[in-house]
């Protein structure tokens, strides 16, 4: 019996891919939070894991080494957030504290996905080996 490794973890897979594409714009907007005119952006995680499950882990095959590989850097769709308070008069913005909450909370989702996976790694390792050592 074959093991489908997509099938077992390609849900995480997207959600790691996901939470890191979001943190990174994240801390783009915390870079950019005493710039003026800067417009906060963000991902909308529900909306970026839809448009992933919808692909089903559709890649190119790359047929000459000149060639550009299949697989795309990011197909997260980045929007702009609508801000929760009043503009403070130079266009930006970025709220840190709201930027700093999501980036937290997007931290521990990525780790418990990540706790997650090695669990189910062991518990492969175990049944591969009939449970016998580590």
């Known amino acids: 019996m074959a093991i489908n490794l997509d099938k077992l973890v390609g849900f995480h897979q997207n959600a790691l891919k996901i939470r890191n594409d979001k943190m990174e714009v994240i801390a783009g907007n915390l870079a950019n939070a005493n710039t003026p005119g800067y417009k906060s952006r963000g991902i909308d995680f529900q909306k970026a894991m839809a448009q992933a499950q919808q692909s089903g882990g559709q ?3 790359r047929t000459h ?3 550009m590989s299949g697989g795309m850097v990011s197909s997260t769709e980045i929007g702009f957030r609508i801000p929760s308070q009043p503009d403070t008069g ?3 913005t970025v709220e840190v504290q709201r930027e700093r909450n999501e980036f937290l909370d997007t931290g521990m989702r990525y780790q418990a996905t990540i706790e ?3 669990g189910k790694v062991k518990g492969m ?3 591969i080996s009939g449970g016998q050592g580590q």
């Open 125 to 127: 390792k175990k049944a």
């Open 65 to 67: 080494e000149k060639h």
């Open 59 to 61: 890649s190119m095959t």
């Open 90 to 92: 130079d266009g930006n």
């Open 116 to 118: 997650f996976l090695n």
